[in-house]
């Protein structure tokens, strides 16, 4: 017997529908790239957002074709999610901390049709332009007195404010397949190019919920929400969508991420719920502390990304009077997957022990499944000692990379996560090692193949390795380990500088070290785990 009720289909455009219809007057606050504050409230976002959507059609945007983003967090960006994929188009958010070459790759890939993207990024824009071919349409999200005089891009360059004064705000949400299309997004392509992961409605519209709720971020309609995480990393871990479902207060921060502006915005729009990577809280926390500041709103912030450093959520807790949500996930998993809220029995542990539960990546949301297994695929036991990779399946969860039709990631219908893992008997998970070997800086991936694939080209290099060595403010940085030819005398510095223009800067290894022989395998393989056990703290004070 079939149950009797209602077949609605979960769509994303039904989360702003929502809080139009019962939070219009909750209010939406940007930092923008022009310098100002600007305010407006969730009605205004959403007659907008209708304005857009009129406008993408007026540009021939088809269902199912892609849009592409390169912005910071701000109100005209959230109009292009909600007008992209709430018109059956896919929203696709462009990392601008990637190498032009990989932008203009992932662009071509994802055979992009608009980019929008905001003036901060206008270079970027036309470097990347005359290496593509699928993107025509170039939008500069701004308004007509702040539009670019000159520019080399060979194609028009549209206004985002013309086109939303010159379109209605009467437009009806399609009913799409819930199981269609929303939004894309690339991993940073850790191992050779990026892939796409490609969201559905109904998965975004699940993951809204199961990540607002109180044992995982926690978010309801007397927050205000500040998503220091960008819009265009894993749609800021979902807050944009998860605000609009609860009704809460948005703070954008627009390009300044610094600990003063940050500390300012928190202050002034009485910011109780923020989330980012440990080196945004780094500057942070250093900003108020060296003033002498308080907190006067914050309550909860949300950490990920990276590990969070137990001395960081002391500081946050037992100075400030913040609570830490240490959390875990990946662009695969849309991305939320783990959240360490602690339960009741491990309130009143003493407090070493508590922080040693808070150091964990926490436990799975509802909706989440996962599990250990060993080298032969054996379920491991949940005993916090034995550990193995880590998989994961659920509704949230890709099953396929975009474009990559003929094969799958999953293991017996779970999705390798690439971590090796432990998880405890109250089911806290806690990341131990990593079984590719990237490095991860500041909360983003950075690809060692990549880099030795760059030292590699220099006349002088014989061998090249490149490890993750851990840093007191990026919680790792690229350390070359480099085998000179014989008789050459290359330097660091000249070897540093033949990475300009070859990788993102930031990708660029902090140091070289020359040795005399790097140690292989039986198979042939270098022993990356003896490099990273000898040069581990390496950027660390003596």
Known sequence: MQGLMMEQPLLVASLLVHAERHHGAQEIVSRRVEGDIHRYRYRDLAQRARRMANALAGLGVQPGERVATLAWNGYRHMEVYFAASGSGAVLHTLNPRLHVEQLAYIIDHAEDRVVFFDLTFLPLIESVASRVKSAQIFVAMTDRANMPETHSLSTKLLCYE???????????????????????????????????????HRSTVLHTYAAALPDSLNCSARDSILPVVPMFHVNAW???????????????????????????LIETEQVT????????????????????????????????????????????Q??????????????????????????????????????????????????????????????????????????????????????????????????????????????????????????????????????????????????????????????????????????????????????????????TPDAVVFVESVPYGATGKVLKHRLREQFADYFLPN
Not at 285 to 300: E, I, N, P, T, Y
Not at 424 to 451: A, L
């Open 318 to 507: 037992e100075r400030h009077g913040v609570d830490v949500l240490h959390a875990w996930g990946m662009t695969e998993l849309s991305p939320v997957g783990t959240v360490c809220s602690l339960k009741a029995h491990q309130l009143t542990l003493p407090q070493a022990d508590r922080y040693a539960v808070q150091a964990k990546q926490g436990r799975a949301v509802f909706g989440i499944d996962m599990k250990i297994a060993g080298p032969d695929g054996e379920e491991l036991p949940w005993d916090g000692n034995a550990t193995g990779d880590l998989l994961v399946r659920g509704p949230w969860v890709t099953r396929q990379y975009f474009g990559c039709d003929d094969e799958s990631p999953l293991r017996d219908g779970w999705f390798p996560t690439g971590d090796v893992a432990k998880i405890d008997r109250d089911g806290f998970m806690q990341i131990t090692d990593r079984s590719k070997d990237v490095i991860k800086s500041g909360g983003e991936w950075i690809s060692s193949v990549e880099i030795e694939n760059v030292a590699y080209l220099h006349p002088k290099v014989t061998a090249a390795v490149c490890i993750g060595a851990r840093h007191s403010k990026w919680d790792e940085r690229p350390l070359l380990v480099v085998v000179k030819k014989p008789d050459s005398a290359l330097t660091q510095d000249e070897l540093l500088a033949f990475f300009d223009g070859r990788v993102a800067k930031w990708w």
């Open 273 to 316: 719920l923020s989330a980012g990577v440990p080196t945004v809280w780094q500057g942070l926390l250093a900003h108020v502390d060296a003033l002498g500041r308080a907190f006067s709103s914050m309550r909860r912030t949300v950490i990920g990304g990276a590990p969070c450093p137990t001395a960081m959520a002391a500081a946050f």
């Open 238 to 264: 979902g807050l944009p969508y998860i605000a609009c479902m609860v009704g809460a207060k948005l703070v954008f921060p627009g390009p300044a991420l610094d600990g003063e502006s940050l500390y300012e």
């Open 162 to 200: 013309d086109l939303i004064d010159a379109n209605s705000d009467v437009f009806d949400w399609p009913l799409l397949d819930e199981n269609s299309a929303s939004s894309l997004c690339y991993t940073s392509g850790t191992t050779g190019n990026p892939k796409g992961v490609l969201y559905s």
